[in-house]
């Protein structure tokens, strides 16, 4: 079973920066896949973007591209998400996830971190 737990969030300006981290724990090594989503009042869970726990590979909503950078430190099971040039926009609940494997589903999640961006 994987652990994750997020941190970083909190109230920033637009135009700001913020760093959110997702520390992994347990089976670490069965996590294939490393996902960032969020989610607003009102509106849909919506993909930020991901990871390969075991690879370079990375992939990044379209509302975040150019923006937002994944990042992992190894050695910490961390998983690092920067947010630069913040918009009221990106105000949600950021949550990290991880799969098993490529058509596994998102079983894991941690409790989530609120990222409040005024305008």
């Known amino acids: 079973q994987v652990q994750l737990e997020e941190s970083g969030g909190g109230l920033v300006q637009a135009g700001d920066s913020l760093r959110l981290s997702c520390a992994a724990s347990g089976r670490t090594f069965s996590i294939y896949t490393l996902g960032w ?3 607003a009042p009102g509106k849909e869970r919506e993909f930020v973007g991901g990871l390969m726990w075991s690879g370079n590979l990375r992939k990044y909503g379209d509302s975040v591209k150019g923006r937002f950078t994944i990042s992992k430190d190894n050695a910490k099971n961390t998983v690092y998400l920067q947010m630069n040039s913040l918009e009221p926009e990106d105000t949600a609940v950021y949550y990290c996830a991880a799969k098993a494997g490529p ?7 941690g409790p989530g971190t609120q990222v409040t961006v005024s305008s």
Do not use: H, K, V
């Open 37 to 39: 989503f969020r989610q």
């Open 103 to 109: 058509a596994d589903e998102w079983r894991a999640w």
